[in-house]
């Protein structure tokens, strides 16, 4: 299952990531924000991340206006490697080479076909595994 927040900044796109999980039969859990009344990112950063942190989601994605703050509300959480992504190359890499589980897009940084693409990316490639790859992620787990 998929976890998706954000604020009101990332509404929209929010919306429309939905409407791609629907399509790809993806189960999801919507954490918020449910309009664009102005909200504040850390409360749906922090409920995304929770549900990954305590294994209730596999994965989590979070959208406010940048993605940075949001991030970065999500990155506080032990166990979660929250991955501000703005291009497919990154959304694959992150994946690939952190293990990344939560993905963090800036609704005014990029638009709705790179947005999906990056989730797409994100959601259907797989950690590597490799031996150095492995050892630093559990390095970032020990720190």
């Keep these: 299952m998929i976890a998706i927040g954000s604020?009101?900044?990332?509404?929209?796109?929010?919306?429309?990531?939905?409407?791609?999980?629907?399509?790809?039969?993806i189960p999801y859990e919507d954490m918020g924000c449910h309009s664009e009344e102005s909200c504040d990112y850390p409360v749906f950063g922090h409920a995304v991340a929770k549900a990954v942190?305590?294994?209730?989601?596999?994965?989590?994605?979070?959208?406010?206006?940048?993605?940075?703050?949001?991030?970065?509300?999500?990155?506080?959480?032990?166990g979660v490697r929250c991955a501000l992504c703005a291009d497919s190359v990154s959304a694959k890499l992150t994946r690939l080479h952190n293990d990344a589980n939560m993905l963090a897009m800036g609704?005014?940084?990029?638009?709705?076909?790179?947005?999906?693409?990056?989730?797409?990316?994100?959601?259907?490639?797989?950690?590597?595994?490799?031996?150095r790859h492995l050892r630093r992620v559990q390095l970032i787990e020990k720190i």
């Design 7 to 25: 604020d009101h900044g990332g509404f929209a796109l929010k919306q429309k990531v939905i409407q791609y999980l629907e399509e790809k039969s």
């Design 53 to 78: 942190a305590e294994g209730k989601c596999e994965k989590g994605i979070v959208i406010c206006t940048t993605g940075i703050g949001i991030s970065i509300s999500a990155n506080r959480h032990p």
């Design 107 to 131: 609704a005014g940084i990029v638009g709705e076909n790179l947005a999906l693409e990056i989730v797409d990316v994100f959601l259907n490639t797989a950690f590597s595994g490799e031996e």
